[in-house]
C-alpha cells in the first residue's frame, strides 16, 4: 500500500493548472523511482495472469497512452500494481503540440477535456527513455507488458501520414511488448480520417508488411494494436473490425477520448475544444466494445478504456468484451488505490 494517501495530495494537484499539475507529478515520479520515495506510491501488483495476443499480462489493469508521453515514468507506474503499461504517443520529430491552456478538468463531471496534441520529445528521446527503465532489464524484481503507442506529426500532411507510423513502428519495434496505432485522437488535424475504409486498409497494409519484415529481421513477432474512438456508428465499426482482421492485427484498443460533449452540457469548460475523457465517455466506450466483440468474434483481443473510475467500472468493460482494461482519467480523480483495487474487481468478477 502507497505510503501517502492520494486524498492528502490530490486538493494540492487540483489548486494547480491542469497541465502543472501533470507536469508536476510527472517530475516527481521521474525523479523518485529506484530510490526510497518510490515507497510514496509503490502498492502490489494483483496476481490474474492471463496471455492475451501471445503476451503473458500479470493481471488485466494497464496504464493508458497518453500520461505518459515521454516514456520518462515506466518504473514508477509499474511500482503502482498495473500489468501493463502503455507509453507514448510518440511521433517521429519532437513538436510542441497545440497552444496552452490545452487541459480542462470538469470535476462535477468526473471528467478532462485535453487537446495537448501529441506533445512529445520525439522518437529518440522516447526509445532512449523506454531503455532506461529497470523494470524492462532481464531478472527485474517486478515485470510489466509494455506497450508503446506512435501517432504522426502534425505537420505531416494526411496523405503522408503513412510514412510517420512506419518510421514510428521501426523504431520502436526492437524495445516494445506491443505497439499500438494511434489514429483516434481528435486533437491531430484529420487524424480520425484514417479509420475510414480506404485510408485504414492502406495504413494497416503497409504496417503488415513491415512488421512482417521487422519479425523476419528480428526474429520476434510484435503485435500490433489500434486505437480506435468512441465517435463511431455501427456500420464504421463493422467495416474497422473487418480491415483488422484482414491485415492480420491483433488487437485493438476501445476507445479514445471522445468529441460529443452531450454528457457534461452547461458545466465550466465544456465547451473547450478537445478530447473528452472520463466518466461521461463510460457507456459509449462500452458500446463500442459490444460491437467489437459481436463483430470481431469471442478471441480477437480487445483492450477496453474509457471512464474506468471505479473498480466496478473495470468489471463492466470485461462484461461488455473486453479482455484487458486501461485506466488514465480514473488515475487522476482517484489516485493509485484505484489501480489493485480495479484489479481485484476484475479477477473476482470473473
Not at 30 to 54: F, K, N, S
Not at 108 to 136: E, K, M, P, S
Not at 179 to 185: F, K, R
Request: aromatic share 6%; proline share 7%.
Amino acid at each position: 500500500m502507497a505510503l501517502i494517501p492520494y486524498a492528502l495530495t490530490r486538493p494540492f494537484l487540483f489548486g494547480l493548472d491542469p497541465e502543472q499539475a501533470h507536469d508536476l507529478t510527472l517530475q516527481w515520479l521521474q525523479r523518485g523511482q529506484g530510490t526510497p520515495l518510490e515507497w510514496a506510491w509503490c502498492q502490489t501488483q494483483v496476481a490474474d495472469p492471463v496471455e492475451i495476443a501471445g503476451l503473458r499480462f500479470p493481471n488485466r489493469v494497464g496504464l493508458a497512452a497518453g500520461l505518459d508521453k515521454n516514456a520518462r515514468c515506466i518504473d514508477a507506474f509499474a511500482g503502482m500494481g498495473f500489468g501493463f503499461v502503455e507509453v507514448g504517443t510518440v511521433t517521429p520529430k519532437p513538436q510542441a503540440g497545440n497552444p496552452k491552456p490545452r487541459m480542462f478538468r470538469l470535476p462535477a463531471a468526473d471528467a478532462l477535456i485535453n487537446r495537448l496534441g501529441f506533445n512529445n520529445d520525439g522518437l529518440d528521446a522516447f526509445v532512449a527513455n523506454v531503455q532506461r527503465a529497470a523494470c524492462r532489464r532481464p531478472g527485474a524484481a517486478r515485470r510489466i507488458v509494455l506497450g508503446l503507442n506512435i501517432g504522426k506529426n502534425a505537420a505531416t500532411p494526411i496523405e503522408s501520414a503513412t510514412q510517420d507510423y512506419l518510421l514510428g513502428l521501426e523504431g520502436v519495434y526492437p524495445h516494445a511488448d506491443y505497439v499500438t496505432v494511434n489514429i483516434s485522437s481528435p486533437n491531430t488535424q484529420n487524424l480520425r480520417a484514417l479509420q475510414s475504409d480506404e485510408a485504414l486498409d492502406s495504413l494497416l497494409s503497409a504496417l503488415a508488411t513491415r512488421r512482417e519484415e521487422l519479425a523476419a529481421r528480428t526474429g520476434r513477432r510484435v503485435p500490433l494494436f489500434v486505437k480506435i474512438a468512441p465517435d463511431l456508428d455501427a456500420q464504421q465499426i463493422e467495416v474497422i473490425a473487418a480491415t483488422l482482421k484482414r491485415h492480420g492485427m491483433d488487437g485493438v484498443i476501445a476507445t479514445n477520448t471522445t468529441i460529443r460533449r452531450d454528457a457534461v452540457q452547461g458545466l465550466p469548460h465544456a465547451a473547450e475544444t478537445g478530447g473528452l475523457s472520463g466518466a461521461p465517455v463510460r457507456e459509449a466506450s462500452n458500446q463500442v466494445i459490444r460491437a467489437l466483440r459481436t463483430a470481431l468474434g469471442p478471441a480477437f483481443p480487445i483492450i477496453g478504456v474509457g471512464g474506468v473510475m471505479s473498480p466496478a467500472d473495470a468489471a463492466a468493460k470485461i462484461a461488455a468484451g473486453a479482455d484487458l482494461v486501461q485506466i488514465y482519467t480514473g488515475l487522476i480523480y482517484r489516485g493509485p488505490g484505484l489501480v489493485p483495487a480495479a484489479a481485484q474487481a476484475v479477477r473476482s468478477a470473473r
